[in-house]
């Protein structure tokens, strides 16, 4: 009976040292768009063709109705190590024009990194899956652009003045009234299990060494 004990306790002792060793990473997105970013979320592969929408991954509805975007929305997410992909839906109410322009502008946080909107997010077909273009940067949060000047002179609250507004190329013309985004963050996987882990991990070796002992002895 007591070989048994040992047996169990060492096992549960190295198992709980090995999952004590891997942990999540908060990450929070914080957005807005002008006037919708009416859907999009977590992709569920690098297309974005399907995915945990933005509505359910912030408990409540996105811009299911016309919005002030001088209001940031901000969620935040738990994700494991690896490679995640993001999606973002932007509409513009009204006739596109000079100045009834679209726009997103967002940022994605997370231990020692940050993804901002720049020119480096994608403009893609979200039929396909396929890249169309390079979204176009319009300047940063509390730069000079239209926005900026339409807020008095101020950034958006809430998101860092390191993000862009961006759009696409056709941003005065009807032809792109609703467009689709797209960006990735990669969060590094922990090199070194933590102390904790690690202790438990001894204590596991020492309580099968002790069965081991015990069976030859």
Not at 43 to 55: V, Y
Not at 123 to 128: D, L, P, Q, S
Request: aromatic share 10%.
């Amino acid at each position: 009976m007591k070989k048994y004990l040992y047996r169990v306790a060492a096992a549960l002792v190295l198992a709980g040292g090995f999952m004590t060793s891997a942990h999540a990473v908060p990450v929070t997105i914080n957005m807005t768009a002008d006037n919708i970013a009416s859907v999009g979320g977590l992709c569920a592969d690098a297309s974005c063709r399907s995915g945990t929408g933005w509505n359910a991954l912030n408990g409540g509805p996105l811009g299911n109705s016309r919005r002030d975007w001088r209001q940031s929305d901000s969620l935040t997410v738990d994700l494991d190590a690896g490679t995640y992909y993001f999606a973002w839906r932007v509409r513009n109410i009204g006739r596109a024009s000079r100045s009834n322009p679209a726009g997103l502008l967002a940022e994605i946080l997370w231990d020692g990194g940050a993804n901002y909107s720049s020119s480096d997010w994608e403009v893609f077909n979200r039929n396909t899956g396929v890249f169309l273009a390079n979204a176009t940067d319009y300047g940063l949060n509390g730069g000079a652009n239209i926005w900026t000047n339409a807020n008095g002179g101020n950034p958006v609250a809430g998101i860092s003045t390191n993000a862009s507004w961006i759009y696409t190329a056709n941003n005065f013309a009807n032809a792109d009234r609703a467009a689709w985004f797209r960006t990735s963050i990669t969060i590094a996987p922990t090199s070194v299990p933590e102390p904790g882990a690690l202790g438990l991990f001894g204590i596991g070796l020492i309580g099968l060494a002790m069965v081991r002992r015990k069976r030859t002895a």
